[in-house]
């Protein structure tokens, strides 16, 4: 059975306080969402205080981003293993925002990969294709390509732990959401893609769906079979919401 989950990503946003309250609210209301994995991703300065809060509570904690080297002369840099020590148990990678403003690419890609799985990190590995790559129908390619240069080089017992997260760039923060059939679409292909490589494995992980996902949009998303949940930017701000998204399924 494949994990469902409901993951919210903070980015760069919250005070450390307000981080609290929201992951206080989140840790309190997750009883009502006992089938659903739900996960809470704030910025790293964050982490500590906010893992405290969610202890003893199903919540789990993860960091948005990690280094590429394990640890030394790296300024501003957060290793994985100093993420693992919060009590975070997931870190984002690949997403979007940092493919285009901070150059990431597979090969920085791959060696985060390895860190993480290094310091018992799971990965949610973000993978989606951008507006011109959509309209000029090469979706399909490039969602394939990012797969083959990073998750394929997975070992069969590190891709049991990685989570994917499929976010088209144009549905990110811009209130248009793909269609649940193109979310349905992509999700079906990208699982079939993975089964080349890993065979019936491909069934057992979670793909969630990220992009403008709302309390409104949730439950046609969700109800698609391999959509498995969620990737969540502004809604998982507001308590309310992020919890009703993760009651759409
Ligand atoms: P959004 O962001 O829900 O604000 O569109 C999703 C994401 O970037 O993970």
């Known amino acids: 059975m494949r994990k469902k989950i409901v993951a919210g990503n903070w980015k760069m946003n919250t005070s450390v306080t307000k981080g609290i309250e929201l992951a206080a609210a989140v840790a309190d209301k997750s009883k009502e969402t006992a089938n659903v994995l739900l996960i809470v991703a704030p910025p790293f300065t964050h982490l500590t205080k906010v893992g405290e809060q969610l202890k003893g509570s199903a919540v789990a904690l993860s960091a948005q981003n990690c280094a590429t080297e394990t640890s030394g002369a790296y300024t501003g840099e957060v290793a994985a293993s100093m993420i693992a020590?919060?009590?975070?148990?997931?870190?984002?990678?690949?997403?979007?925002?940092?493919?285009?403003?901070?150059?990431?690419?597979?090969?920085?890609?791959?060696?985060k990969l390895a860190q993480c799985f290094a310091s018992k990190l799971s990965p949610i590995f973000c993978v989606g294709e951008k507006l011109d790559e959509r309209e000029s129908n090469r979706h399909f390619e490039i969602v394939k390509a990012q797969l083959q240069s990073t998750v394929f080089n997975l070992s069969d017992e590190e891709f049991d732990q990685t989570i994917i997260a499929y976010e088209p760039v144009w549905a990110i923060g811009t209130g248009k959401t793909a269609?649940?059939?193109?979310?349905?679409?992509?999700?079906?292909?990208?699982?079939?893609?993975?089964?080349?490589?890993?065979?019936?494995?491909?069934?057992?992980?979670?793909?969630?769906?990220?992009?403008?996902?709302n309390p409104s949009n949730a439950k046609a998303l969700f109800s698609n079979p391999d959509v498995d949940g969620g990737l969540i930017g502004g809604a998982s701000l507001k308590v309310d919401d992020f919890l009703a998204i993760a009651k759409s399924f």
């Open 85 to 111: 020590d919060t009590g975070a148990t997931y870190c984002i990678l690949g997403h979007s925002e940092r493919r285009e403003y901070y150059g990431e690419t597979s090969e920085t890609l791959n060696k």
């Open 179 to 213: 269609m649940p059939e193109q979310a349905q679409e992509m999700h079906a292909f990208i699982r079939k893609t993975l089964a080349e490589k890993f065979g019936t494995k491909a069934d057992n992980i979670s793909i969630l769906y990220g992009g403008s996902c």
